[in-house]
């Protein structure tokens, strides 16, 4: 062979040589399946060392021997104590009827009854969850579970959830399965403070346990993925159709499982619980203060099951002094003259408020009813009913941030002159409104300034159109309004959304803080010897530009000073404010402010039977209830006081344009002004306390009316009632004597 033939074989076995070393000898298939091996044998070795490291504990968790938990004031003055003792007695499961044992197990595990007491799957998911921040969310076992409620603690971590695990799996070979199931029911937490099944079927029902049915047992097994979501008295809409799914899903699991007749499956109708029975120490205002403080704990991950432990002290923003006032107030103001055993309308009579200090976002005093043994659901924080026309200054705040101009292109200020004819169709919106102010009265040409002070509609529905029913949208969430029931369309400017006192309250706080975002809290602090706590943060970014806030604030002075608001008019302290009632009178507020206090009062009309909305109409006898009446009254004897007799503090108002409420100016020639022979009226003569009417003593002549060129459900006509809005107080009109059925809202 040549030297060039052996120099060519040389380089053909270099190409077919296998390469050594480098990334792809890393990863050969006998390396790879070694590691695999080898990591295999790891974790067995590690789950073998955790199952011997990990006993079952000799001892109960805290549980049983839970501390009371304690409520106190800013001023570490005690509020209330909850929690002495577990409410708890243990039943022998032979006690509960087999076909309710069975419903916890159909909704909870359906396998108990042949599994090792673990679910590798479901557990795995939950260490998951927890390492990547989602909280408790789990597949436990019964067995698990009750592990869990007995020995261990509620925290989601991934340390508790291995020990859980392990001792499920060495409980599930000691204990006979009934004996795991009775300890599950005994121990398990169902909301109203009730821990076991029989303080659980007395909390819901009023029976024993032994006397419960089919039903009952698998709302109660139902209510424990969730207590505090899922207990019917206090559930939202979303909580009441979740606990209506599981409820279904518990029954239809039994079903399958042949522990229960398909033909007596269909038969069954949700049993909906009892209203709770307070706590005792849970009386008066103490109910109100208690679960708006627990609402907020559940937010910030003190769990109702965290809290069942005991052992926690929470101070409370709540001003001891001024929690006294605003009850004073209500029952002076209101309650005093209310006859709610003689009188059908005053029987359905509610009341609400909340006030927040508008530099810290604190809540300083909150009102949520009549009692709370009386009335279980707070009217300081629910949010079923809307907030009216204490929305419209937020129309305008959203004109000013957008720099948003009328429909022939004038920027929209103070001074910006608009049609207030009633009933006159907006301009420029494919959605057709046509609102009609409180009396059907028309105005003519008005400033935005009048027209706040008159809470004139048809103002307010033209500029929703001409800033754009999107963007007003955005400026009010920003402010701290809740996306419930929020649409997007010209009726917005009305306040048809739904919004607490809560809500409403940190809304004008953030106005008074310059249009720094304020968020409500109610919890000071939080403490316990084995957790830490976050309080919420009461001051967020900026909402809306200092620019705008201040001049609304500007704007809601002269509401207070010479509009709707008047009955909070004094010379003791500067304030602004906007007044609002709802459809059909069926809400009437207040909200207020002071540079040192935010606060918003309500009136709620609700049927006491059914929970119903009604019309405040002829409440204390005095004709339509609405927010510059009682609302007004109540905030102005609140704050007086909460003041301290009044306060030298102004309102720090930067780069404002001044309002002209009485000047008359030439009327611009715009799309959303046409010509009108009405004339705004320039003032309301009659004085609060001479007369409780608002209506002009020479009301302005009506404008020809201008009909909707089209019709939808959303354009109000003369025959539409209970058009969403508001007024100044107008008990006693010359006419009505309280009868005055279905109102136009201002």
Same mark, same amino acid.
């Given at each position: 062979m040549g030297r060039a033939d052996a120099r060519r074989a040389q380089r053909r076995g270099a190409r077919r040589a296998p390469k050594r070393g480098g990334i792809r000898g890393l990863f050969t298939w006998r390396k790879m399946l070694g590691a695999f091996f080898g990591l295999c044998l790891l974790v067995m070795g590690a789950c073998v060392g955790l199952y011997l490291y990990v006993d079952i504990p000799d001892e109960a968790n805290a549980l049983a021997e839970r501390q009371s938990n304690v409520y106190r004031y800013s001023d570490g003055s005690l509020l209330t104590r909850t929690g002495d003792g577990v409410n708890r007695q243990n039943v022998d499961l032979s006690e509960v009827p087999k076909d309710v044992q069975h419903t916890f197990v159909a909704a909870e595990n359906k396998t108990f009854y042949d599994d090792q007491g673990v679910d590798l799957k479901g557990t795995t998911r939950g260490i998951l969850n927890t390492l990547m921040g989602k909280g408790k969310q789990g597949g436990s076992t019964i067995t698990q579970q009750y592990v869990k409620n007995y020995y261990l603690s509620q925290e989601p971590t991934v340390s508790r959830k291995l020990q859980e695990l392990v001792i499920a799996l060495k409980i599930d070979q000691k204990m006979k399965k009934e004996d795991i199931l009775a300890g599950y029911v005994n121990t398990a937490f169902y909301g109203r403070g009730a821990s076991g099944i029989q303080a659980a079927a007395q909390a819901y029902y009023g029976v024993d346990a032994k006397d419960l049915n089919v039903a009952q047992g698998a709302y109660l097994a139902s209510l424990l993925q969730a207590p505090s979501q899922y207990d019917w008295a206090t559930a939202t809409p979303t909580g009441k159709k979740l606990v209506r799914e599981r409820w279904d899903y518990t029954l239809d699991n039994m079903v399958e499982m042949h522990w229960l007749d398909k033909a007596e499956r269909d038969t069954l109708k949700f049993p909906v619980p009892m209203k709770p029975k307070p706590a005792p120490g849970m009386e008066g205002q103490a109910g109100y203060l208690v679960e708006a403080a627990n609402q907020e704990l559940d937010k910030q991950?003190?769990?109702?099951?965290?809290?069942?432990a005991g052992g926690w002290t929470f101070t409370?923003?709540?001003?001891?002094?001024?929690?006294?006032?605003?009850e004073k107030a209500v029952d002076q103001r209101l309650e005093s003259k209310l006859d709610r055993k003689g009188n059908k309308v005053d029987a359905t009579v509610q009341a609400g408020a909340t006030s927040v200090d508008p530099k810290s976002g604190a809540v300083v005093a909150l009102y949520g009813g009549e009692d709370y043994v009386k009335h279980y659901r707070s009217n300081a924080t629910r949010q079923d009913y809307q907030p009216a026309s204490t929305f419209k200054p937020l129309?305008?705040?959203?004109?000013?941030?957008?720099?948003?101009?009328?429909?022939?292109g004038d920027l929209i200020g103070v001074n910006t002159r608009y049609d207030g004819t009633s009933k006159r169709p907006v301009v420029g919106s494919n959605t057709p409104f046509a609102p009609q102010n409180e009396d059907d009265i028309s105005y003519g040409d008005v400033t935005v300034q009048n027209a706040m002070n008159k809470s004139i509609n048809s103002v307010f529905a033209q500029m929703v159109v001409d800033v754009g029913p999107a963007e007003v949208k955005e400026t009010a969430l920003a402010l701290g309004v809740p996306d419930k029931n929020f649409p997007e369309r010209p009726a917005i400017t009305l306040g048809t959304m739904n919004a607490s006192t809560w809500d409403m309250a940190g809304v004008y706080a953030t106005l008074d803080n310059h249009g720094k975002k304020v968020n409500p809290f109610i919890v000071k602090s939080a403490k316990h010897s084995s957790r830490t706590y976050e309080p919420v943060e009461g001051i967020g970014e900026q909402a809306i530009s200092r620019k705008s806030a201040d001049t609304v604030t500007s704007?809601?002075? !002269?509401?207070?000073?010479?509009?709707?608001?008047?009955?909070?008019? %004094?010379? @003791?302290?500067?304030?602004? $404010?906007?007044?609002?009632?709802a459809e059909e009178n069926k809400s009437a507020l207040f909200a207020g402010y002071t540079p040192e206090l935010s606060t918003v009062v309500a009136l709620f009309g609700?049927?006491?039977?059914?929970?119903?909305?009604?019309?405040?109409?002829?409440?204390?006898?005095?004709?339509?209830?609405? !927010?510059?009446?009682?609302?007004?009254?109540?905030?102005?004897?609140? %704050?007086? @006081?909460?003041?301290?007799? $009044?306060s030298d503090a102004k309102f720090d108002l930067e780069d404002v344009e001044q309002g002209e409420s009485t000047v008359r100016q030439t009327p611009s020639n715009t799309p959303s002004a046409p010509e009108s022979p009405t004339q705004p009226p320039t003032q309301d003569p009659n004085p609060p306390e001479q007369s409780p009417s608002r209506t002009p003593e020479s009301p302005p002549a009506q404008s020809p009316e201008v009909p909707p060129t089209s019709q939808s459900p959303e354009v109000p006509t003369s025959e539409t009632p209970g058009l969403p809005g508001d007024d100044g107080p107008d008990p006693g009109r010359p006419g009505d004597n309280g009868a005055n059925n279905n109102p136009p809202a201002r």
């Open positions: 991950g003190i769990t109702a099951e965290v809290r069942q409370l923003n709540i001003d001891k002094k001024r929690q006294k006032e605003l129309v305008f705040a959203s004109a000013l941030e957008n720099g948003a101009k009328t429909q022939n704007v809601l002075r !002269g509401v207070v000073d010479e509009g709707s608001g008047r009955e909070a008019n %004094t010379t @003791a302290y500067d304030a602004a $404010g906007k007044t609002g009632t609700e049927n006491p039977q059914g929970g119903a909305q009604v019309s405040l109409t002829g409440t204390a006898n005095a004709g339509r209830a609405n !927010g510059g009446g009682f609302p007004a009254q109540i905030w102005a004897d609140y %704050t007086l @006081a909460a003041l301290n007799g $009044g």
